[in-house]
C-alpha cells in the first residue's frame, strides 16, 4: 500500500507546470521582500541619523531592494512568455511621473550620500506607469551600485522620442555592453555577477512601446554631463 | 539625516480629512506620523472594514488610505466598492489603494470601481508626500467638474470639461475620458465615438479603443464593436473589460456559446470578479451548460462573503443550478451535488433569515432535489413545511410560483402544476421575461437531460422534414413528444407534417392523429408565443378534415 502511493506521487511529478510553481514562489518572495523594505523605511524614520548613515544598514536596504526589482523583472518575463504582458499606454506629464519615482530613491539616496539631479521638460510622454518604473527601479538601482558620487535623471523630446535617462559619474559601461538595439538573454557570467536579466528586461518593456511603425528601444553608452555610464530608454 | 520641517509642496495639507484604514497598528501609526509631518490634523484611523465605512456615513473625508489586504473579513476593494455604492463617499474625494503587489493582479478586473491611484508598499515619507501632494492638486483642479458630477449635473460637468482641456493639459488624459464617459451617459453617443476616434487617430490606445468599443456597442454596431474588442483583447490579453464588453456584443449577436467562452477567459484570467461570474453564470445556464453554470454561482456566492453584491439571489440560483444538475443522477457525483444544493439552501435561510419568502422559495427547491434523488418523502415533506404559503395561485409571487411549479412536475402533480402556470401567465400578461419561463416550463416540464434530449430530436426532426423524409420526421417528433408530450412547438410541428403526407397520401388517419395532437394544446394560454399558430394550424385542418 505504501508503496503504491509514493509510486502515485512520483508520478505526478511530471505534471507539475515548474515555470508557474516558481512564479507563485517568486510572487511571494517579492511580498516578503516588499514587507521588509517597508519595516527597513520604519527602521529608518525611528533611528534617524543613528542608522542613516550607517553602510551596513544602506546595504541591507540597497540589497533588499536589488532582489525585489529583480524579482519583478522575473514576474514580469514570465508573464511576457505566457503572452500576458501589455503595455497599457496612457499619457502622463513626465515630470510628475518622474519625481513621484525618485521619491521612492529618496531615503537611500540620503543615506549613501549620493548627490542627485531630475532634470525633466515639462511634456507628456506616452508610456505604461508600471512597466517603466520597474524599468526605471532597476536602472536606478544599477546607477548606485557603480557611481561614486552624483546620479542624473533627465527626461526630453528627441527626434519624436521620449528619451529617459540615468547617467552616473561612475566608471562608465564596458565596451562590449554599450550598444543600441536588444540585448540577447545571454546566459549569466557568473565571475562579473552581471546578468542581462534588467536589461532584457528594460528593452522587453522598450519595445511593447510601439506607435504606428515606431518601437521603443534601450541603448547604453558613456560620457554625458557626468562622464560616467548612461542608460536610455527612447519611447515613441 | 533630518526631516524637513517645511513642506515644499502647494499642498495645504492641514485643510483636509484623512482616514487610514490598516489591519497592522505599526502602519496605521507610521502613515499617521507621515501625515502629521506634512501638516496634517484631522486624521483618523481604523483596523477594520466596518467602523471605517461607518466613520464615512457620519463624517466627511478627503483622503481615504486604504490598505487592500486586511486579513480576515472584507478587503479594500470591498471598502470602496460599498463607500462608492452607498455613495458614502464622494467622487471629489480620493481613495487610495495601498498594495503589497507590484502588479495590480489582486484588484485587477474589479469591474465597477476603481481607486484614485494605487500606492505600492514599501511606502516612504517622500513617496507618499509627492503622491498626495499630486493627487490633491489634480483634485483642486478639477474639483468644479467632480462637484458637478457628484450633483448629476452632467451637461454642466461637460462644459466645465472642454473649457478646461485647453487650459490643463497635464490633466488631458484625465479630461478627454471623463469626457466621452459624460457623453455616454447624457446618450450623446456620436460626441463620445468623435473623441475616441480623435484620440486613435493620433495613437493606439487601450483606453480609447475600449470606448469606442463599447460606444459601437451602445449604438447597436455590433459586428464593428465585436471585431474592435476582440483585436483590443488580443493586443491586450490582461484587458479585462475589454472581455466583458466583447461578451456582450457576441450576446447581442446571438452567439452566446461564443460569448460564455470570452468570459470563461477573463474569469480564468481574473477569478475575483463577482459580477463578472454572475454574468458567466446566468449566460452558462442560458446555454444549458450546467456544470460551468454551477460553478460560476458558486464563485459567486463565494466573492459575495465581503461584497456588496451578496444577496440570496446568488445563493437561490447556485441552489437551482445544482438541483437541475443532480436531477435523476445518483452516482456519487449527483449525491454530491444534491447535498451541497442542499447546504446551499440552508445556509441562505440562515443567512437573510428576515428576507421575505426565504423559507418558502429555499423548500420548493429543496423539495425537487430530494425528488430529484428519488427521496419522494423527504420531497413531501420539504413542500409541507412551506404549505400556507404556496395555497393560493392568486397571490404568490410569480417567480416563486413558476419555481413551484417546476417542483410540481417533479413531483408527478401536472395538473395543479398547469393550473397555477395557467393563472400566473393571465397575471404576468404583460411581463415577456416572466411568461418565457412559464412557456418553457409548461412545454419542457422535464429534467435538464431529458429536456436536452427532446430538443435534439426536434432539431432532428425539423432536418428530415426539410429534406423531405416526412416518415423519418414524424418518426423522431414522435419520439420527442414522449418525453415532452405538451411542448407546443414540437406538437405543431408534428401535425404540419402529418397535414403534409396526407396531401400524398390521403390517409385520414394522419388528420386523426393530428386532431389529437391539437386537442392536447386545448388549455395553451392565450399569450403563448405559439397560440397563433396553433389558431391557424387548426382552421387548416377543419378545412381538410371536411
Known amino acids: 500500500m505504501t508503496s503504491d502511493n509514493t509510486d502515485s506521487a512520483r508520478k505526478q511529478v511530471p505534471n507539475i507546470d515548474f515555470s508557474m510553481v516558481l512564479a507563485s514562489a517568486v510572487h511571494d518572495m517579492k511580498n516578503s521582500l516588499g514587507m521588509l523594505l517597508n519595516s527597513l523605511d520604519d527602521l529608518r524614520r525611528e533611528q534617524g541619523e543613528k542608522i542613516g548613515e550607517s553602510s551596513r544598514f544602506n546595504t541591507l536596504q540597497y540589497e533588499a531592494e536589488r532582489m525585489h526589482n529583480d524579482l519583478v523583472q522575473l514576474l514580469g518575463i514570465y508573464r511576457l512568455g505566457e503572452n500576458n504582458l501589455s503595455a497599457h499606454i496612457e499619457e502622463h506629464f513626465v515630470p510628475d511621473f518622474l519625481s513621484e519615482h525618485m521619491a521612492r530613491h529618496t531615503p537611500l539616496l540620503e543615506g549613501l550620500g549620493i548627490e542627485f539631479e531630475l532634470e525633466a521638460h515639462d511634456i507628456n510622454g506616452f508610456f505604461d506607469q508600471d512597466l517603466l518604473t520597474g524599468v526605471l527601479n532597476n536602472t536606478l538601482n544599477n546607477a548606485l551600485r557603480y557611481t561614486r558620487k552624483k546620479i542624473k535623471l533627465s527626461a526630453r523630446e528627441r527626434e519624436g522620442y521620449l528619451v529617459i535617462a540615468v547617467e552616473d559619474d561612475g566608471e562608465g559601461y564596458p565596451d562590449n555592453m554599450q550598444h543600441t538595439g536588444t540585448p540577447e538573454f545571454k546566459a549569466l557570467d557568473f565571475k562579473s555577477g552581471s546578468t542581462s536579466l534588467g536589461l532584457f528586461f528594460a528593452s522587453s518593456v522598450a519595445s511593447l512601446h510601439t506607435a504606428n511603425e515606431r518601437k521603443g528601444s534601450i541603448r547604453l553608452h558613456n560620457g554625458g554631463s557626468l562622464g560616467g555610464g548612461i542608460f536610455e530608454i527612447w519611447l515613441p | ?546
Open chain 2, 1 to 546: 539625516m533630518t526631516e524637513p520641517a517645511a513642506v515644499p509642496t502647494g499642498t495645504d495639507f492641514a485643510k483636509l480629512s484623512y482616514l487610514i484604514i490598516d489591519d497592522f497598528e505599526s502602519f496605521r501609526l507610521s502613515m499617521r506620523e507621515m501625515l502629521r509631518s506634512f501638516g496634517a490634523e484631522k486624521i483618523e484611523s481604523s483596523a477594520k472594514a466596518s467602523p471605517a465605512i461607518q466613520f464615512c456615513a457620519y463624517n466627511h473625508v478627503d483622503v481615504v488610505l486604504c490598505d487592500f489586504n486586511l486579513g480576515e473579513g472584507k478587503n479594500g476593494q470591498h471598502i470602496l466598492e460599498e463607500l462608492r455604492h452607498k455613495k458614502l463617499l464622494k467622487r471629489s474625494s480620493i481613495f487610495l489603494m495601498i498594495t503589497a503587489e507590484t502588479s495590480k493582479d489582486m484588484v485587477m478586473g474589479a469591474r465597477e470601481y476603481q481607486p484614485d491611484a494605487y500606492l505600492t508598499k514599501p511606502i516612504n515619507r517622500a513617496m507618499l508626500l509627492k503622491r498626495l501632494d499630486s493627487l490633491v492638486s489634480q483634485r483642486t483642479a478639477l474639483l468644479p467638474i467632480n462637484r458637478e458630477i457628484d450633483l448629476e449635473n452632467f451637461p454642466e460637468a461637460i462644459s466645465l470639461c472642454l473649457k478646461y482641456l485647453p487650459s490643463q493639459p497635464r490633466y488631458k488624459t484625465w479630461l478627454m475620458k471623463t469626457l466621452a464617459d459624460l457623453y455616454c451617459q447624457v446618450g450623446d453617443f456620436s460626441h463620445a465615438l468623435k473623441i475616441y476616434e480623435d484620440v486613435l487617430n493620433q495613437r493606439d490606445l487601450s483606453w480609447a479603443s475600449l470606448g469606442r468599443g463599447r460606444v459601437l456597442l451602445a449604438t447597436g454596431h455590433y459586428d464593428e464593436a465585436e471585431n474592435a474588442l476582440s483585436v483590443l483583447t488580443q493586443k491586450h490579453p490582461d484587458y479585462m473589460e475589454a472581455y466583458d464588453l466583447l461578451a456582450q456584443a457576441l450576446e447581442k449577436k446571438g452567439k452566446s456559446g461564443q460569448a460564455q467562452k470570452v468570459l470563461e477567459k477573463a474569469s480564468e484570467l481574473s477569478p475575483n470578479a463577482l459580477l463578472r461570474q454572475k454574468q458567466l453564470a446566468g449566460l452558462s445556464g442560458a446555454n444549458q451548460d450546467l456544470v460551468t453554470a454551477s460553478n460560476a454561482w458558486r464563485k459567486t456566492v463565494t466573492l459575495g462573503t465581503h461584497s456588496i453584491h451578496d444577496s440570496s439571489e446568488n445563493y437561490l440560483a447556485l441552489g437551482q443550478s445544482l438541483s437541475d444538475l443532480s436531477e435523476g443522477d445518483t452516482s456519487s457525483d449527483g449525491y454530491a451535488n444534491a447535498d451541497e444544493a442542499l447546504t446551499t439552501l440552508r445556509r441562505m435561510e440562515r443567512r437573510f433569515p428576515d428576507e421575505e419568502n426565504i423559507k418558502v422559495r429555499s423548500r420548493v427547491v429543496q423539495s425537487r432535489v430530494h425528488a430529484g434523488q428519488g427521496n419522494r418523502q423527504e420531497a413531501n415533506k420539504a413542500l409541507e413545511s412551506v404549505s400556507d404559503q404556496l395555497s393560493d395561485n392568486e397571490t404568490v409571487d410569480p417567480e416563486l410560483g413558476i419555481d413551484y411549479a417546476k417542483t410540481l412536475f417533479r413531483l408527478d402533480r401536472h395538473k395543479e402544476a398547469k393550473t397555477l402556470l395557467g393563472v400566473l401567465s393571465n397575471r404576468c400578461a404583460d411581463d415577456p421575461l416572466l411568461l418565457q419561463k412559464i412557456e418553457n416550463l409548461l412545454d419542457e416540464p422535464v429534467g435538464f437531460q431529458q429536456k436536452l434530449q427532446a430538443r435534439t430530436l426536434n432539431r432532428d426532426g425539423i432536418k428530415a422534414f426539410e429534406a423531405n423524409d416526412l416518415d423519418q420526421a414524424i418518426k423522431t417528433f414522435d419520439d420527442a413528444l414522449a418525453i415532452v408530450p405538451d411542448h407546443a412547438a414540437l406538437n405543431l410541428n408534428l401535425c404540419q407534417v402529418l397535414m403534409k403526407k396526407h396531401k400524398s397520401t390521403n390517409d385520414n388517419t394522419l388528420l386523426q392523429k393530428a386532431q389529437k395532437h391539437l386537442e392536447r394544446l386545448e388549455s395553451l394560454p392565450a399569450q403563448h408565443r405559439q397560440h397563433r399558430r396553433l389558431v391557424s394550424l387548426r382552421k387548416k385542418l377543419q378545412g381538410m378534415m371536411t
